[in-house]
Structure formats: C-alpha cells, structure tokens
C-alpha cells in the first residue's frame, strides 16, 4: 500500500479568536503549513514538538501511545489548534510527538472532516456523496 502525504494548514484558534475581535493584525496569528502522513492506524493527531511551540498551543494533558512495534509511551497532548485539509476545517488537540519527528492524520480529523484515505491511489479526498461539506452520522 502506497503512503499518502498531504500538505495541511494549522493556525492558533485562540490568536483567531483574538484578532477577530479586534485586537492585534491578522499577521500575528501564529500558523504553518507542513506535510503531513495519513495514517489510518493512528486515532489523533501527531504533530512533531517543533510545530507545537511555533504554533503557541499549550499541553493540556498526557496519554499513553502505543506505537507500530507495541511499544508504549506516555506523549503530552497540546491544543487547540485548527487544521485545514481538503478545503475543510477542525479544531482539535493534537499528540505532541519529538522534535522533528513525522507529521501524522489519524482517524478523528479524518472522521470529522468526512474525509477518505484511497492508499491504493494515495489520494485523501472527500467522500462523494458530500463533496461540500462533511456529512457526519449522529445516529
């Protein structure tokens, strides 16, 4: 199965909130735009430290990870932040990975954003029947 790499955009929502009500420029929002791995193994998702404090978001919590090779490890968890993907948006939390290390999309931004991972095509693209917007189940 092929990788698929997407570029995202990731912003503070707080800096958002803060100029949209009038205080500082749209230029002191603290943003990135990086590469990014969907992982449909993964549940959140993983963002490498470096991006976390460029971004300004705090840790707000810890949980333990397990990863591929069933090691386990206790990872802080940092937000909010909102994450641009395939003209969607979402804010959410995001597990703070080593410096570095690879940016990853797990199952929730996927969920939330109706998004589908095609490893065979290595395309994420919105599901079809709700190409505008997310369609999302409460039942």
Do not use: W
Not at 13 to 25: A, K, L, N
């Amino acid at each position: 199965m092929g990788e698929i790499a997407v570029d995202i955009e990731l912003e503070n929502p707080g800096d958002r909130d803060h100029f949209e009500r009038g205080h500082g420029r749209e230029s002191d929002i603290r943003r990135t735009s990086i590469e990014a791995i969907v992982d449909t193994g993964a549940v959140m998702l993983v963002l490498p430290q470096n991006v976390v404090e460029r971004l300004g978001v705090r840790t707000r919590r810890t949980a333990i990870v397990t990863y591929a090779d069933e090691r386990k490890e206790e990872r802080p968890v940092a937000g909010p932040l909102t994450i641009h993907l395939c003209n969607r948006f979402m804010s959410t939390d995001c597990v703070v990975g080593p410096p570095l290390s690879e940016p990853l999309i797990g199952q929730i931004v996927l969920e939330a954003l109706d998004l589908i991972a095609d490893c065979t095509k290595r395309t994420l693209t919105p599901r079809p029947e709700s190409p505008d917007y997310p369609l999302l189940n409460l039942k």
